[in-house]
């Protein structure tokens, strides 16, 4: 099966996205970009594939004819082994690495007793993985996040006098990083045996042997990686072949047609750009504009002001939610609205109105570069990560009908993967242009007359 | 290679000739040569040529500064003196520049003025950078009042305004100045060496309509304009230089070669673009290497017809000395309307055949900036070529962001590449260069 991926390496997160011949979506992965974008694309492309195999498993099962229902099931607790699998070879590295830092000279004074409280910290940690999760309300899909809450927790726990807290930090802190940027085996031949092993052993011989051939059906599907484009921030740091990138304006606005093929203007308020974009009828940009000089307004602000009043970031948009009374914010300028916040903390003002007002301010801002940009077409697609935000939803949705009356607003709960997925259709398109091509050859325009 | 060798030559005449004006300005004193600060725009060259005064241009002085990674400080030694942030760059670094010792662009001091003489008006700026001038040396000010092409041409009574004050106010103080009576004769000669001149700029210019264009028409067509806008209009000097450059121009059509970059001959010509706007001078080669290594040659800019849009037609015109000098003040491009100039750069995007319009939008230059992003529309609209808009300074290196330019122009030339292909595909080159993207094995 042939396969094209487009990968998309953001200043906070990479995103991969893998399609199959006919444009749809086989596999999505995502993983933090670290400080290295090499090894973030290689991951986020892993994650990918193992979404594919997945996918491919799904539609192996469908063809079973036990029933929809129990096979769901078996390809629940299969990827959660899988994950598990996954997990447990980060974590073992992880404790290894941080047992050889525990034993270097520096820690010569508490070597032994050190060494006593890692193991128990990871024992723990381990046991966590292994015993079925009731409460699966976990915060992020990062092994970093969730190694860190949980280290701490325990380390918290077992700190005294003379191994405190924060020493057992430090070397999570160090160590952490060697773990992250030290590629081991997570792919889906690596664990999938293990994971399958794992699973099947409460359902009856012949439904588990039917399971078994099933992933081995898709397993077996060579997947062939036709081409790859990238796009994002991190871009011109991988040796990619100059053809084989575009700018993340681009595949944003294909990205969006593609998700809503309705699309005319795009906007995208991510960690550090905001971008507002018109594409035409077949997703190409016609005119963009961006944040410059300053990134006042973008994702950034909003983590800076969670950070401020000591919040989750998920948290800002649903407390805003709440808010009854219009509270006028008029810095857009991070520093200052953090300023500003205290402020108005200290005149009384209620934080739910104080950050409706926040959110409304980015939200301005963003206006004004969709102004520039051309303004509002119908339909108009939200996307980046502040599009999960309900108030700054909430605040476009009433901006956008005051200055240009009514239009369609498409936010997709995936909106993370929209540049990822314009990629993998440029790399679709530039495939089927090569075969056009050497079909019929015709001289290549570039640089030629308008 | 013989082509080198001629390139060099037209670069090391006008080396040749910056350094012996400012050394006529270093030792101006000794001599006794009385010397005049004046703006590019509008500038009355000729006219102080024939009364032997020396011209010094302050924003030319401030780009070199720019351009020799002087400019930083200058600016933030003014603001140490109370101008905002906002203030024009340009008048940042020649305020910072006079009070680090008026050391000029060939290392030597630049005399004080003699006299201030405005001769456009359509930028406000120039009216308060003199006035910050004249309270520094405190000597005369002459301030030709010039209207703005609100209605699209230089009128007969707007010409007729500008004479007057030239009459009545400017000559009388420069032979005050100057101790010489005014000579019409000597002017005449001045203004029809001018022409000369104009008409082998004019030649050069528009050498960019070939393809692959042999000249880049604005990072390389701010040294062709060097001359021609400042002290040398009207001289020998001048002709010969221009005689020069159009004899290698003219090589390297004959050879099919594209534009010379300061890393070498530019390769081949993959994207013409118009821009409206003045280059950034604090990261001029990183922001013009940019456009080279992705194959993006501008053929014709704006920013080369500040000192005149001569390639509309006009020329210093020895039969009509006063008249003519009064044209060009009022025609220097910023000052010509917002309609006008929508024209222009609609006729260059046409006849220069190229790929769209992109504008380097400068934080501190309303002149310049105002009304950019209507234009753009219009532009776009007009001669549905794609449009981009990025953002950069003159001299303020603060202003400059190297990858969000760079973000915003490779996606800008890969917009143009997708409209080119009819929007089915959008790969620049993917025939023979097909490679798997091997580091993802």
Partial sequence: ??????????????????????????????????????????????EAFIGARFTLIDRELSRLSEGDKQSSGFRKRLLTQFRKQQLLSQLHLLRDKSIEEAATDRYRDIGHALNQKLIHIFETMEEGIRRPRLNAGKKSDFFRDQASSEYSRLAESVAEESIPFELLMSIFDKVIILVENQRMDLTFEGNIRTALGACIDGDNAGLADSYAQAVARAAAIPLTELRAIGTGYGRQRLPFPKEMIRSEILCHGLGANISFPGTATVLDIGGQDTKAIQVDARGIVTSFQMNDRCAAGCGRYLGYIADEMNLGVHELGPMAMNSTRHVKINSTCTVFAGAELRDRLTMGQRREDILAGLHRAIILRAMALLARSGGVSNEFTFTGGVANNQAAVAALR??????????????????????ALGAAHFALRAESESRTESASPMSSSVGGSP | MSHDTIKDQSMLKQKEMIAGHFSKLATAKESGR?????????????????????????????????MRKKSGAYVTEAEKYGHSEDVCAYVKS?????KSGNIGPTGEKLPPPDLLLLSYTGCFTFMKWFELLKREYDCPVVMLHVPYQGDGTMTPDMRKYVVDQIKGELIPKLEQLSGKTYDEDRLKEYLRRSARAEDDLVWVLESARHRPSPIDGYFGGVYYIGPIFTAFRGTEDAIDYYRLLRAEVKDRIEKGLGPVTPEGHMGSEKY???????PNWTHFNEFWKMFYDEGAVVVASTYTRVGGVYDLGFRHDPERPLETLADYCGGCYTNLNLPSRIDLLCKYVTEYQADGLLINSIKSCNSFSAGQLMMMREVEKRTGKPAGFVETDLVDPRYFSAANIKNRLESYLQMIEQKRKGGTTCSASLGDGVRRLEVLP
């Fill in chain 1, 1 to 46: 099966m042939n396969v094209f991926c487009g990968i998309d390496l953001g200043s906070t997160t990479t995103k991969a996205v893998l399609l199959d011949e006919r444009g749809d979506i086989l596999g999505r992965g995502i993983t933090n970009s670290r400080s290295n974008y090499f090894l973030a694309a290689e991951i986020a492309r892993d």
């Fill in chain 2, 272 to 278: 013409r673009l118009v821009v409206e706007g003045p």
């Fill in chain 2, 94 to 98: 020649d305020i910072g520049m006079l």
């Fill in chain 1, 398 to 419: 009433k901006l956008v009908s005051e200055n240009y009356g009514d239009r369609k607003l498409n936010i997709s709960p995936d909106s993370i993967y929209t540049g």
């Fill in chain 2, 34 to 66: 009385k010397v005049v600060y004046t703006f590019v725009p509008g500038n009355l060259t000729e006219l102080l040529l024939s009364f032997d005064l020396l011209p010094v241009y302050p924003e030319i002085n401030a780009l070199q500064s720019g």
